[in-house]
């Protein structure tokens, strides 16, 4: 697989992830972890834009 496909394989999955996530975070345990997703999620289509200019 080349680069840009692996991103957005690893958007999809974690935004999947993420809202699974939602799904069971019924009293903020698992907040935390759903910030970081969304940061990760943010770089990783940051450098989808920069692979797809190349």
């Known amino acids: 697989m080349d680069r840009k496909a692996l ?20 009293n903020g345990r698992h907040s935390a972890k759903i910030a970081v997703i969304k940061q990760k999620l943010a770089r990783a289509e940051r450098a989808l834009k920069k692979v797809s200019y190349l």
């Open 7 to 26: 991103i957005k394989t690893y958007i999809k999955q974690g935004k999947e992830y993420q809202k699974m996530l939602e799904k069971v975070n019924l």
